[in-house]
């Protein structure tokens, strides 16, 4: 009888089709571990039909109850679930007997229950929950990293690869204990053809903006560690030298009721629209497009540091000049004034002197947001953060065979 290949298991606590979604190259990643491997998907199940062109080949296992990716209160529900379902999952991974896990899952602890299985594996870092969580306060900023500190030395003691999307949070990473080699930069997939630029004077004129309208606008999930607040404060100041400004808010979810009422306290509805979740990619796109300038912010707080936004990469193709806050991460992708624009983390007469700068340098703004176009498409490459994953798998089993 033929040995059978190896496997390898992806881990995420959400289906196969939302991830792909998320990211444009796992299918291409499938592909290419297929060419060597078994590869299997774990997570619980989805309420969309069956992708069958993203689940060819795949075997797939998942937990007994559904996750609705487009509702908070029920993935919120969900994680909790998937928490209390760890014995579960572990019992269930330990039986698939996989040769390599992939973990896309980076809340507290889940990889330090995983990585006891002692299978060889990647964990995936994108956020820092314990900073999320608990960072608010000086005293919980201070816990969240011990707490981080102490999970990131327990990975140590097992077999993982730490896979990041930032020299920044390689470096954090380091300096919480892991030591460098284990550690991997791969950078973000953007989908290509998904947000480009296009012309929507319909969109305009459907919201009111004339050719004297300058318009920001900004997208996503609506919450506090994205420093909405400040903003508005700030919109209040400028709007007041500059009432020809308005702020779009594409986008919703848990913050959107309490964003509403502070433009309602601030006295700036006139100035702020809120878009509220459109219905498609194709749909932000457009209104997206309807802007002069897009912004990109984040809190200037720890868990920010080493964090690229999806919403970056997504206005960075779009050819309209970008302006996100200076966070090391950020910094990374963009130079100021060469491939978009940065402003001071905190500063009010920064954020002012670089929006009135794009606004009275169009034709120069315009130059700078098309090299951000080809800036997105070197810092974002699907098929480079395919290969990124493929080598670390493959090489750590080539190494074990």
């Not at 809340?107 to 299985?117: E, T």
């Not at 998904?194 to 969109?203: L, Q, S």
């Not at 007469?349 to 670089?354: G, I, P």
Request: glycine fraction near 6%; proline fraction near 5%; charged fraction near 25%.
């Amino acid at each position: 009888m033929l040995n059978k290949k190896p496997l390898v298991v992806y881990l995420h606590h959400r289906p196969i089709e939302y991830e792909a979604h998320q990211n444009p190259g796992l299918r291409s990643l499938f592909d290419e571990l297929l060419k060597k491997y078994r590869v299997a998907y774990f997570s619980m199940k989805g309420t969309k039909p069956a992708d069958p062109k993203i689940r060819k080949d795949i075997i797939i296992k998942n937990l007994p109850f559904k996750i609705d990716t487009s509702s908070g209160r029920d993935k919120f529900i969900k994680i909790i679930l998937w928490y209390l379902s760890l014995p579960l999952i572990f019992s269930k991974l330990k039986a698939l007997n996989p040769d390599y896990i992939i973990s896309k899952e980076s809340h507290p602890l889940i990889p330090s229950v995983i990585a006891r299985l002692g299978i060889p594996m990647i964990i995936d870092v994108e956020d820092w929950w314990w900073t999320i969580f608990f960072g608010t306060t000086k005293i919980g900023d201070n816990f969240s990293y011990f707490l981080e500190r102490r999970e990131i030395r327990d990975w140590r003691k097992f077999k993982t690869t730490v896979v990041v999307h930032s020299k920044t949070d390689s470096d954090i990473i380091q300096k919480h204990g892991m030591p460098r080699h284990r550690i991997k930069i791969v950078n973000y997939p953007a989908y290509k053809g998904e947000y480009f630029p296009t012309n929507v004077d319909d969109i305009r004129q459907k919201l009111n903006f004339n050719e004297n309208t300058f318009v920001v606008s900004v997208h996503g999930v609506i919450r506090k560690s994205k420093g909405y607040d400040q903003i508005l404060e700030w919109w209040k100041k400028l709007v007041k030298i500059h009432p020809n400004w308005k702020l779009l808010v594409i986008g919703g979810a848990g913050g959107e009721k309490a964003l509403k009422e502070k433009i309602i306290k601030l006295g700036i509805r006139k100035n702020v629209i809120m878009a509220g979740w459109l219905p498609t990619h194709s749909d932000v796109n457009k209104y997206l497009n309807a802007s002069d300038c897009l912004l990109v912010t984040r809190r200037n707080t720890r868990e920010n540091k080493g964090l690229i936004a999806s919403a970056l990469f997504h206005s960075l193709t779009l050819g309209i000049p970008t302006l996100a806050t200076g966070t090391p991460a950020f910094s990374e992708v963009i130079e100021h004034g060469k491939s978009g624009y940065l402003f001071k983390p905190d500063s009010y007469e920064s954020f002012k002197e670089v929006l009135e700068y794009i606004e009275s340098h169009p034709k120069e703004a315009k130059k700078i947001a098309k090299q951000g176009i080809e800036r997105a498409n070197e810092c974002f490459n699907p098929e480079k953060a395919k290969q990124g994953f493929f080598d670390i798998v493959d090489g750590e089993l080539m190494q074990n065979t």
